[in-house]
């Protein structure tokens, strides 16, 4: 008997607030461990999906990437749709895809989009009590924007990396750090493009900007505090909730 | 003894979703029934605020007004940061003020906008699970913004208002209708401004621009509809969580 194996690649968006992150974990609820559950509900297999990125408790995503194999008729395309119906309204499957037998989202070369959410006003946005960090005193944008710059192109960004994580190497490279400004919503956006992250990386950019913002880091010291690798030289680590993954782009040809 | 009363002006946003609408029900958490709550608890008095606007389950706020009578020693402006420590995360002054004791929320002429957001792609975003409507099928917009001109101006809006209600006419005046379109995160945004809304008028009114997006109504027909008074040839009620009351304008001098 010939039994017909494909790899789905699934574009996974997620409000992460209920959840104590992808990662699957014994005793807790996880996006990874709801999709292992409701592919293998789905499927009569079990399924063990492997995620492009592990994303921290309260963390969102717009595009996060996960694969699994599977002998199910279903065609790639239509496990959005099976899926969804069985998803949390939190969870939703928003393309799927049979993928090449040898892709792995994260050993393939990618580049990683997030996006930082801060709403600066006098009190917070109800709305936005999850998605974004509150901060209620004056924000400089300017600086900030000049600090972003010196995060672009290739560093050894080791002084951006919380205690934990086991990498090769800690030289990223960073293609785009934009910080947006939405003056009726009251809202700054930071978004960053990179062919990599570590641990904790965009929520330190984040809170170190934070800090320039509120001018107790100048804008001028960004390329020694970067150059430093000194983890105490940056600003603290924003809030979970206010990170989304936007999305996550492979360079190769996968489908 | 002399007592001195002041009454306090509340501008109140809030994240409808856990709420059984504004207004005070006996065994249903509100809006209103929070606020009287809170409000009571800081000051020690039994505090009942008055709504500008009693909003429906579901319905979000940006900017709500309430106002309540009060003997305490707090300095109006001093409510909003007070209040915020009490209340949940989902109900948030936004600001506080002495009123002039006569100012009633609803007696007086207003302007209210209101703004009902609409998903629309082949999958809903988990983030606006709560605060949009999700509609996966094509929407046409120029058509949706040549219907929206028909509401502009004084009309008698029996057609667009739900059964229950009692008011003494169903005229009332339309500033601005704007339909805007946010290709980048598939939103459309349906804003309304006028000196007063009916029963579900605005959530009608979406319903509406909806069946126009859709092709089931053509705009050159909705002069005909507004006309003809008769609620079976507007559009259906959009559902209650894609609507938001943005804020309210009060003519007179309230300070």
Redesign the interface.
């Known amino acids: 008997m010939v039994i017909f194996m494909k790899r789905v690649m699934l574009i996974v ?3 992460g607030t209920n959840y104590h992150g992808w990662q699957v974990q014994p005793s807790a609820v996880t996006i990874e461990g709801v999709l292992n559950e409701k592919i293998s509900e789905l499927t009569g297999e079990s399924i063990q999906v492997i995620g492009a990125s592990r994303t921290d408790a309260g963390v ?1 995503a ?1 595009g996060n990437v996960a694969v699994f194999d599977t002998e199910s008729r279903i065609p790639g395309e239509k496990f ?1 749709y099976a899926l ?1 119906q069985r998803l949390p ?6 393309r799927s895809t049979e993928v090449d037998g040898e892709f792995h989202p994260r050993h393939c070369d990618c580049i990683k989009t997030y996006e930082y959410t801060i709403i600066n006003r ?6 936005y ?1 999850n ?1 974004a960090y509150f901060y209620y005193g004056p924000l400089q944008i300017e600086p900030m924007r000049k600090a972003a710059k010196a995060f672009l192109g290739e560093h050894d960004f080791a002084g951006f990396c919380s205690a934990g994580a086991q990498v090769q190497t800690t030289v990223r490279t960073i293609y785009s750090l934009e910080v947006m400004q939405d003056l009726a919503e009251s809202k700054i956006k930071i978004r960053v493009t990179g062919n990599g992250f570590l641990y904790n990386m965009v929520r330190i950019i984040a809170g170190t900007l934070l800090e320039v913002g509120k001018g107790a880091i100048s804008p001028e010291d960004m390329d020694g505090i970067i150059a430093s690798c000194d983890r105490q030289k940056a600003g603290p680590t924003a809030p979970a909730k206010g990170l989304k993954l936007l999305g996550i782009e492979y360079q190769e040809k996968i489908v």
């Open positions: 968006s997620y409000d969102h717009l959005s969804n309204e939190d969870i939703v499957i928003q006098t009190f917070p946005l109800p709305e009590r998605t």
